[in-house]
Every structure is written in C-alpha cells, then in structure tokens.
C-alpha cells in the first residue's frame, strides 16, 4: 500500500469514527443538539454512556469477527451468522434458568455466554468439516441453522421460567438492545476484557498473517497453528460473550467492519485489527444515534433495538459477499 493511500485510508476511518461519536453527543430521543436547561446534564450524561456502551459492543463484535475469519480462514465467518452470538445468549438463559431451578443467588452471567459461545463454535467447526477440510458454505450453512436452534430454546426457556422471570422485552433483547442505564461494574468488565484481548490479537498479528496460508507452510515458519487455533477461538468468544452479555445478540458488525477495514488498510492484521475495532465501534454508535433519531421523530415509537439497523445494512453486504460462492456446488 502506498504511503498516501495509508494515510487517507485511516484519516477515512477516524473521521468516521469523530463522525459517529459527535452525532452521538448532539442527536438523542429528546432533542438535536446540546442539551441545555434543568435536565441538561442528566441527558448529557445518558448520551455519554450510551455511546459508551455502544463503542464497547461495536469493538468486542468487530475485533471478534476478524479472530473468526483467521481462524477459519473465511472472510464470510462473523459471530451472529455462525450462531455464537445467539448461543451466547443462550448459555446466558441457560444459566439463569439453572440458577432459578437449583435456588442459586446468583444468575446468568458472562461464564454462561462463554460456554454458549464456545460450544456453538465447535458444532460449527465440527460440523462444516469434508475430510479434514472445512466446508466454507458448509461453515455458513451449519451456522444459520445453529443459529435458528439456539433462538428457539432460548424463547423455550424464557417461557418455560414465566413472563419476565429470565428476560423482560425478550424480543428486543434478540435483536440487540442498548438500555438506559448508568454504567456499571459490568460495562467497565467489558471494556477491561476488549483491551487486554485486543493487544493479545496484536501481538498475534505476525502469526495471524502466517496462519493464512497453508498449515505446513505456517509451521515451517514457526507458527504453531493449532495452537493459535485455539487462542483465536476462546478469543472470538469471550468477545462475543461480552456484546451478548451487555447488548444482545447483534448481527452483522463482525463482517461488516473487517471488510471494510480489509478493503482500506489490507490483509495485515494488526493494522486491520485495530480499523475494524474503529468502524465497528463507528458503525453501533451510528445505529444507536439513527434509533435515537427515529424516538425524536415518532416519540410513540420508542427506542428501536439498534440490531435492526446493522441487519439491514449488513444482510445486504453479506449477500454481495456471499455471491461469488454460490453455484460452485453446480459445477
């Protein structure tokens, strides 16, 4: 890449990132803006967390989509469409069922989505391998019907549990929620996990480019894969475990921001790491400003769970993606 295609490629990305956090600031469900008067700094202050939250999210689903797509050397592979995402919140029902059932003080928490996550993802592995090799619609395929499963049993237990016991507004939550709320121990958690698991992916970044290519060849250059393999999988789904835990499950941020960091900066990964960690925390702040606009425009309305947002400009992009793939099994 050229010195100044780098450079407009990242000014692109900081600006939309700016971008993003400024409408945040200025536009909310109760005025465009800066709030000013007796509750000013009361809705300053909801704005500031929310967008908060949503960079937290956004980071967490970008960062774990790139680990995904190295590990399974596919850059279609993205949390919510190999099911880890709705299978982290069903380990996050799973466990509050349990907890109901057995008496226990405490509910779901993040242990319950990790081990959701985890098991998804080695279904998914499992079952999209033809001898030896993983099956790249197979790994797609396996992933929207695991997906699909882990939605089913999780409106299974919610009922199952009573109105409201596990889960209020059930149908939000699945589609990716930010709630009004302070910032908590548990949004701070989320924060802390995201940095310490982003800088470990960077100092992976060298064998996550040598992990592309075959696996001889990246053994030969000293990259134990298997390994690797491993440290990307428990990555990606402590990261997803975290966006599920805080938001729900949301679609579509971990394909959408690695490919367009990818299309600006490369296939390296460091630097792509840290662009799709930019525009994914860009593209869920964006999506919460955008419900926030619609609940000032239809007050009626309400908030809007911001995972219809990224759907809508996700399903789209995966589909693009997706083309040049289909058909192949005709020949």
């Known amino acids: 890449?050229?010195?100044?295609?780098?450079?407009?490629?990242?000014?692109?990305?900081v600006l939309a990132l700016v971008s993003a956090l400024i409408a945040r600031l200025l536009i909310g469900s109760t005025g465009i803006g800066w709030q000013t008067g007796e509750h000013a700094e009361i809705l300053m202050d909801i704005r500031l967390q929310r967008m908060a939250v949503a960079a937290i999210v956004g980071i967490a689903l970008a960062v774990s989509g790139v680990a995904?797509?190295?590990?399974?050397?596919?850059?279609?592979a993205e949390p919510y469409i190999l099911g880890l995402s709705t299978g982290a919140g069903l380990g996050i029902?799973?466990?509050?069922?349990?907890?109901?059932?057995?008496?226990?003080?405490?509910?779901?928490?993040?242990?319950?989505?990790?081990?959701?996550?985890?098991?998804?993802?080695?279904?998914?592995?499992?079952?999209?391998?033809?001898n030896g090799v993983i099956d790249r619609l197979g790994l797609l395929l396996v992933g929207v019907v695991l997906s699909t499963i882990n939605g089913a049993l999780i409106m299974l237990l919610n009922y199952l549990a009573g109105p409201g016991v596990l889960r209020d507004g059930l149908a939000q939550w699945m589609m990716g929620m930010l709630q009004v709320r302070p910032l908590g121990r548990q949004d701070v958690a989320a924060a802390g996990v995201c940095s310490l698991l982003l800088v470990f992916l960077l100092w992976q970044?060298?064998?996550?480019?040598?992990?592309?290519?075959?696996d001889d060849e990246a053994m030969a250059m000293g990259v134990h894969v298997g390994r690797l393999k491993l440290l990307l999988l428990l990555a990606a789904s402590v990261l997803t475990a975290t966006a599920v835990l805080i938001a729900g499950?949301?679609?579509?941020?971990?394909?959408?921001?690695?490919?367009?960091?990818?299309?600006?900066?490369?296939?390296?990964?460091?630097?792509?790491?840290?662009?799709?960690?930019?525009?994914?925390?860009?593209?869920?702040?964006t999506a919460d400003v955008a419900s926030d606009a619609v609940?000032?425009?239809?007050p009626s309305v309400g908030l809007i769970?911001?995972?219809?947002?990224?759907?809508?400009?996700?399903?789209?992009?995966?589909?693009?993606?997706?083309?040049?793939?289909?058909?192949?099994?005709?020949?």
């Open 1 to 13: 890449m050229s010195r100044s295609r780098f450079v407009v490629a990242w000014s692109v990305i």
């Open 305 to 331: 769970p911001i995972g219809i947002f990224t759907a809508i400009i996700g399903g789209p992009v995966f589909l693009w993606m997706l083309r040049p793939q289909l058909g192949r099994g005709m020949e």
């Open 68 to 76: 995904l797509q190295a590990l399974l050397r596919n850059p279609l």
């Open 249 to 285: 499950p949301i679609a579509f941020v971990g394909l959408i921001a690695p490919h367009l960091a990818r299309l600006m900066l490369g296939p390296s990964h460091r630097p792509l790491l840290v662009g799709a960690a930019m525009l994914g925390a860009a593209l869920l702040v």
């Open 93 to 130: 029902m799973a466990q509050g069922y349990l907890a109901l059932q057995l008496g226990w003080a405490t509910g779901a928490s993040g242990l319950g989505a990790v081990a959701g996550t985890v098991l998804t993802l080695g279904i998914v592995f499992l079952a999209s391998r033809r």
């Open 205 to 214: 970044g060298r064998a996550m480019d040598v992990a592309t290519l075959d």
């Open 295 to 298: 609940a000032y425009l239809q």
